[in-house]
């Protein structure tokens, strides 16, 4: 299903009740639709987006965006001689290696502040 106002969805199927079920990604709202065909379907995700950024302009707040994927980085040339061996160890591309750090200490570090809060 093509994007829709920078919003894109993952589909399945659900055979029993014979519906495709949809749900936003890439935000951390909840937006899901359905249809039982391909134009009911891509009818109610652009419905649902619209609802959706609807009840955040009534609520005058701003509308979760998705992220892109793309993150610009820079950093020393000794860093990034570090960076590229440590991958490579792993046989992996310096973006894969990335992805898995970044993700593995972004999860420790919000682990750590849920567990603050937890404690209060």
């Known amino acids: 299903m093509k994007p829709y106002k920078g919003y894109s969805a ?3 199927l659900d055979t029993d009740d014979r519906l495709f079920h949809g749900t936003v990604e ?10 039982a065909s391909i134009d009911e379907l891509e009818a109610a995700f652009h419905g649902s987006v619209e609802d959706y950024l609807a ?4 609520d005058g707040v701003e509308p979760q965006r998705p992220y892109s994927g793309r993150l610009a980085f820079r ?6 001689r570090m960076i590229a061996e ?6 992996q591309s310096i973006n894969q290696w ?6 593995e200490a972004a999860a420790r570090v ?3 502040g849920r567990r603050k809060i937890a404690m209060n």
């Open 75 to 80: 950093t020393t040339s000794d860093h990034h």
């Open 26 to 35: 890439g935000i951390r709202d909840v937006i899901h639709f359905s249809g």
């Open 10 to 12: 993952t589909i399945t």
């Open 110 to 112: 919000l682990d750590e």
């Open 55 to 58: 009840f955040c302009a009534e």
């Open 86 to 91: 440590a991958a490579s160890s792993r046989a």
């Open 98 to 103: 990335m992805d898995e750090t970044l993700t």
